[in-house]
């Protein structure tokens, strides 16, 4: 047991260290992700007629943080990276789930703490005498649960990807309701019901609006911290199981016709 925990803590390390040695595709998003703060946060209040619940400053927070979350969530690399290593799990001693599964969810909260630095540093371009400290405090406390539900949803797509190659597919399309339905374009406060109803009443709210809109407002939007977590509970067990009968049909799949 000790043994185990001590190599996993090592992969865990190597895989922060990987990731923080890929600049092109770092360099890339950091440079963009100022780009889409702007564009974003302009399009919605030109939309808006300048109008928002949050503020004008605070929009901008807002749209800092979710592209935080967006922009590192379900990242192809990752998932075909994984896709690539499950032949080796069967000879590999190391459980390939759990192999994969923390090198997901290190490479995506190193992702993600990067990009919150940045955010860091380049709000007060955007905001003035705004509270980034506690803002980016609670924010940083929803990162780490917010990241294995991400994972979860990384393995699981990684899983189905082996046995259905149209999957890839059908990936993009799920990131476009993550970008929708989660609010990353606009807060769904400002969205007149019934359709925030709509929006809210869907798990992409539970995993990029509903922190977000914590983060800055202290509070949650319409909901108690006990309907959340519950929500988001819910999310974890039923991605632990599909995540579960997808691994083994997968496995029985592959050792039996190859792929």
């Not at 040695?21 to 974003?40: A, D, K």
């Not at 209040?45 to 979710?66: M, P, Q, R």
């Amino acid at each position: 047991m000790k043994d185990c925990l001590k190599f996993y803590s090592k992969f865990a390390l190597f895989s922060v260290r990987e990731e923080q040695s890929s600049l092109s595709g770092t360099l890339g998003g950091l440079i963009l992700y100022p780009c889409f703060i702007l564009i974003y946060s302009k399009l919605w209040l030109g939309l808006n007629n300048n109008l928002t619940s949050l503020g004008v400053e605070g929009l901008f927070v807002y749209i800092g943080l979710t592209e935080i979350l967006f922009m590192t969530s379900l990242r192809e690399p990752l998932i075909d990276r994984a896709c690539t290593d499950f032949a080796l799990s069967f000879v590999r001693p190391r459980f390939w789930p759990t192999y994969v599964t923390i090198s997901i969810y290190s490479r995506t909260m190193c992702r993600r703490l990067l990009y919150l630095s940045i955010f860091i540093i380049i709000m007060p371009l955007f905001i003035r005498d705004f509270t980034i400290s506690i803002i980016t405090l609670r924010f940083l406390i929803f990162i780490p649960f917010l990241t294995i539900l991400d994972t979860l949803y990384s393995f699981l797509f990684a899983i189905l990807q082996i046995r259905l190659h149209t999957v890839k597919n059908f990936r993009m399309l799920f990131g476009k309701l993550f970008l929708i339905f989660g609010g990353v374009l606009a807060p769904f406060s400002d969205i007149p019901q019934p359709w925030n109803k709509i929006f809210l009443s869907t798990p992409f709210s539970d995993l990029i609006f509903q922190p977000c809109y914590f983060s800055i407002k202290g509070h949650f939007y319409q909901i108690s911290f006990f309907h959340w977590l519950t929500r988001i509970f819910v999310q974890l067990i039923s991605l632990l199981i599909l995540s579960t009968w997808a691994y083994k049909s997968s496995r029985n799949h592959y050792h039996n016709f190859g792929g």
